[in-house]
């Protein structure tokens, strides 16, 4: 079945430092892709996606490729701020079989920017 | 953006009652909405899909009868746990899909379920 595998935490960031979490993928065809994020005592949000190989998906600074010849969606910022201090979560929609419209979520990476 | 509530956002109750559940879109109509328990420290784990108007249906090693799930408009879906237990302790978030953007799914803020 589908699976994602996502960098192991936690991971903790000065503010400002240069911010990559690595998530690698197992599918049927070619799923879509996704970064969720989850802050102290809220619901997941979606970060940003990418439906197609080589599709960049961006928000708030935010930033992740689609690429299919290594089956990863890393997640990087340039510069973290105290604010992005969150659990994030790589997930993937399911294109074949009994995984397809259902999202699979990695393991989560807690994220902890330091002033 | 959509907007997904939860009710009640934490609960307690005693081993062997029932609790439910209740997620609302609020701003849009789900034709379809998920159903996830989360452990401390975990991923997501899929309990059961529910379409408006039919049965849900359950993922591998989800009991159907302990965790009963209605989807009777396209604003409301409803988990109810029965004859809880503490290994039923969790946190369970709803989320919806349909209409807007079939692939993308807007999340509840989570129900926190303590059982005594």
């Known amino acids: 079945g589908d699976s994602v595998t996502q960098m192991e935490g936690p991971v903790t960031l000065s503010e400002e430092a240069f911010l990559t979490i690595n998530c690698t993928y197992t599918a049927t065809g070619y799923p879509s892709l996704f970064w969720y994020v989850q802050y102290p005592g809220e619901g997941l949000q979606l970060l940003l996606k990418?439906?197609?190989?080589?599709d960049k998906g961006s928000n708030k600074g935010f930033e992740a490729t689609y690429r299919k010849e290594t089956t990863s969606f890393h997640l990087e910022k340039g510069s973290v701020q105290v604010s992005d201090s969150a659990v994030y979560f790589c997930a993937l929609v399911g294109r074949g079989g009994t995984s397809y419209g259902k999202l699979t979520f990695g393991q989560g990476t807690i994220l902890t920017v330091h002033p | 953006g959509a907007v997904v509530s939860q009710h009640p956002s934490w609960v307690i109750c005693k081993s062997g009652t029932s609790v439910k559940i209740e997620c609302r879109s609020l701003?849009?109509?789900?034709?379809?909405m998920f159903w996830y328990r989360q452990f401390p420290k975990q991923s997501l784990m899929l309990m059961a899909t529910?379409?408006?108007?039919?049965?849900?249906?359950?993922e591998q090693g989800v009991e159907k009868d302990k965790f009963l799930i209605n989807h009777a408009s396209l604003t409301l879906s409803t988990l109810t746990v029965t004859s809880a237990h503490p290994e039923d302790s969790s946190f369970y978030i709803c989320?919806?899909?349909?209409?807007?953007?079939?692939?993308?799914?807007?999340f509840g803020p989570g129900t926190r379920l303590l059982v005594l």
């Open positions: 989320s919806a899909g349909g209409g807007l953007a079939p692939e993308t799914q807007y």
């Open positions: 990418a439906t197609k190989a080589d």
């Open positions: 701003d849009f109509q789900a034709t379809t």
């Open positions: 529910s379409n408006e108007g039919s049965k849900a249906t359950y």
